[in-house]
């Protein structure tokens, strides 16, 4: 399949826009100011695109899913993402390993990106659209994306290139190409959005939409003519009655109020809580086997017991047979936890 390049000029505007957009996700991650210059799209093969700008690089696999269907390969320098890593664990090392855990974190930060890619062009072309994407993995080349877009190296894709600074800590540079099948299904849309005939549709719709709104604000304002009607009727108005559902009166357990039946059977998550702190994620990237956490909470202080993230008692920890129980021993207002 070959690109239609009829339109080509302006969807490669809103690929890059796009692309842009959806790299200042990275901003309140890494908690700086970030600044793009993305290049306009430009139409290549597969084969002879040209990614040297950015290797050594890692890359990751774009499904979008929804309206816009296609796919699209995202590569970065593998330098730049080390300085992403090393900010998020918050280490002064130079040498920055992408372990498991490693690569899972910039996978999760590279997936709010794509998120906001296939937002923004949704939003661009008023339809419904998202993206899954793969595990990071290393960029060995053009054969790399031939494989991602069906192992066909000859045909055309759609790349934008882009410079991004995050403040003055990162200076890195990125590519992101999309498939045949992507760009001539956002051509689509383009043409959809930009005909005439259903452009004059929609202003028909929005001016009939826009009148039908006039004449019902219209019915609802009162009628001000300098003058009132005397001979209206008289309006009986008095306070609505409800029914009351009593709560029992025991302060020792926790009341249901009345005709709840049909709740009953509902099912509850019961969580008994030890106590909890607060780590900062160099500290976390540390634990291994064996590694001790303190706790905010005092050997033999009673635990916590939620139902579905509620505090509702606090009770001992026994052991029944060969299991751990929690004994009940005070209620955290229950009444106030009812009526809230």
Same mark, same amino acid.
């Given at each position: 399949m070959s690109l239609d390049r009829s339109k080509f000029d302006k969807i490669s505007e809103v690929l890059s826009d796009a692309v842009g957009a959806a790299l200042d996700a990275l901003s309140p991650i890494l908690g700086a100011d970030l600044n793009t210059a993305p290049q306009p799209a430009q139409i290549h093969t597969i084969k002879d695109t040209d990614y040297s700008g950015v290797m050594p690089a890692m890359y990751f696999n774009i499904v979008f899913v929804g309206d816009i269907s296609g796919k699209a390969v995202a590569v970065f320098?593998?330098?730049?993402?080390? *300085?992403?890593?090393?900010?998020?664990?918050?280490?002064?090392?130079?040498?920055?390993?992408?372990?498991?855990?490693?690569?899972?974190?910039?996978?999760?930060?590279?997936?709010?990106?794509?998120?906001?890619?296939?937002?923004?062009?949704?939003?661009?072309?008023?339809?419904?659209?998202?993206?899954?994407?793969?595990?990071?993995?290393?960029?060995?080349?053009?054969?790399? *994306?031939?494989?991602?877009?069906?192992?066909?190296?000859?045909?055309?894709?759609?790349? *934008?290139? +882009?410079?991004?600074?995050?403040?003055?800590?990162?200076?890195?540079?990125?590519?992101? +190409?999309?498939?045949?099948?992507?760009?001539?299904?956002?051509?689509?849309?383009?043409?959809?959005?930009?005909?005439?005939?259903?452009?004059?549709?929609?202003?028909?719709?929005?001016?009939?939409?826009?009148?039908?709104?006039?004449?019902?604000?219209?019915?609802?304002?009162?009628q001000n003519r300098g003058m009132q009607n005397n001979n209206a009727p008289a309006l009986n108005i008095s306070p609505s009655s409800f029914p009351r559902f009593d709560v029992g009166n025991d302060d020792d357990s926790i009341g249901m109020p009345g005709n709840m039946d049909l709740l009953m059977e509902v099912p509850m998550n019961v969580c008994v809580e030890i106590g909890k702190t607060k780590k900062k994620m160099k500290e976390i990237m540390n634990f291994s086997q064996g590694t001790i956490i303190p706790i905010d909470k005092q050997a033999g202080a009673p635990v916590d017991i939620t139902v579905n993230g509620q505090l509702i008692a606090r009770g001992d920890v026994i052991v029944i047979d060969d299991n751990f129980g929690v004994r009940i021993t005070e209620l955290v207002n229950s009444k106030n936890n009812l009526t809230s």
């Open positions: 320098r593998e330098i730049d993402l080390a *300085v992403i890593l090393r900010l998020l664990m918050n280490s002064d090392s130079d040498e920055i390993e992408f372990d498991e855990m490693g690569l899972g974190m910039i996978k999760e930060i590279m997936s709010q990106v794509s998120n906001k890619l296939s937002a923004k062009l949704g939003e661009f072309f008023g339809v419904e659209a998202s993206a899954s994407i793969s595990a990071l993995m290393q960029f060995e080349g053009n054969s790399v *994306v031939a494989n991602a877009f069906g192992g066909k190296d000859q045909s055309e894709c759609a790349t *934008v290139t +882009t410079k991004y600074e995050v403040g003055t800590i990162l200076k890195g540079k990125a590519c992101v +190409t999309f498939d045949d099948m992507c760009v001539n299904n956002l051509t689509k849309y383009y043409d959809m959005a930009n005909d005439d005939n259903t452009q004059q549709q929609l202003t028909a719709a929005q001016n009939v939409q826009s009148m039908s709104a006039g004449r019902g604000q219209a019915s609802r304002q009162p």
